[in-house]
DNA sequence: ACAAATATGTTCATGAGTGAACATATCTAG
DNA sequence: CTAGATATGTTCACTCATGAACATATTTGT
């Protein structure tokens, strides 16, 4: 939930002169990356409204997609896609395999897995959920040129390889 | 009533030939805003481990942040520019308060609304957490160039004005 | 072969976010 | 002037997410 709304108009004459960046919000990365982050809020939100008609929410469309995906998958991959903790996919998954969307079973080989899988009305809201989230991003994107699209989408993919790279290397 | 069967639960042979986008993963516009609510995702918990030993969380860090430029901002006023309920508010600015980090007066013209203001430690505990966040920014986006950084910007706030837009105007 | 390290999943207490219902206070239209 | 509409803030029940502690199961090192 990040965020400043307009960004500062107001720059002083020392500001101007020497070209330091004093506050935070004078800074354009810094400035970059709120409106990045305010975006991202305002998207969450907007489909979240857009899911409830499903009675779903975000995080579980999150779940649906990545088992349209990869069927079977284990819990703990599926939290690594999500980049979430195992604790959170431990209390969703029952959520979901109760409403009969998913289910888990034990693997053969190793009893520790539980592989997962959507079940036929899982799959069927899954493609329902997936046309609204792709309609969203399509209207709230369709005036921004896809190879600037495309150019964004490589910026995020090495901020992200930056990120996990340092969270396991923790310098 | 929503029509999926653009949406192919099988591979056909039509669809490899014909160059369209079944599934959102073969969507440009769906990859990319993909990997942008990932790398949030990422930036966020980066931040969140980065300000544990300030003892302060990224929701307590945005609000400083405002409060630190829009001195005597209403709790109202504040949930707007951070795209949260009021109620949010309600709940966490009593914490901040109580740890003497920021004031809440009644405003004497209309006594509906809360004056809110730093106190002096929140005012020095802003700055070093400012500083921890750009810190971090400047760091994951130090190989973008800046004027992709403010290109970005631009476009996610052309997005955040559709988003608003549309909430308001609920077509 | 067996002890130690590692991997998977669950449970629990906690914290952040939401919307609905509510209580006041202010504004606006007759 | 007053009644209804609007605005601000609070409370409540609920959901999502986390990390620590735990229980099992598997792999590794000797």
Redesign the pocket.
């Known amino acids: 939930?990040f965020t400043h709304e307009h960004i500062c108009t107001t720059m002083s004459k020392k500001q101007k002169t020497i070209e330091q960046h004093h506050f935070p919000w004078d800074h354009p990365r810094f400035r970059s990356w709120i409106a990045v982050a305010r975006a991202c809020q305002l998207m969450q939100?907007t489909l979240t409204r857009r899911l409830a008609e499903l009675d779903i929410?975000?995080?579980?469309l999150d779940i649906l997609i990545n088992l349209y995906r990869f069927d079977g998958i284990?819990?703990?991959e599926l939290a690594r896609k999500l980049?979430?903790?195992?604790?959170?996919?431990?209390?969703?998954?029952p959520?979901l395999e109760k409403r009969g969307l998913i289910e888990r079973r034990g693997d053969e080989?190793?009893?520790?897995?539980?592989r997962l899988s959507l079940t036929a009305s899982g799959r069927l809201l899954s493609e329902q959920a997936m046309e609204i989230q792709t309609a969203l991003i399509d209207k709230s994107l369709d005036d921004e040129p896809i190879e600037d699209c495309l150019k964004v989408a490589q910026s995020m993919e090495r901020l992200i390889q930056r990120l996990l790279k340092e969270e396991s290397d923790p310098g």
């Open positions: 939930m939100q929410k975000p995080p579980h284990s819990q703990q980049l979430v903790g195992r604790s959170n996919m431990s209390m969703l998954l959520h080989k190793d009893k520790r897995v539980l």
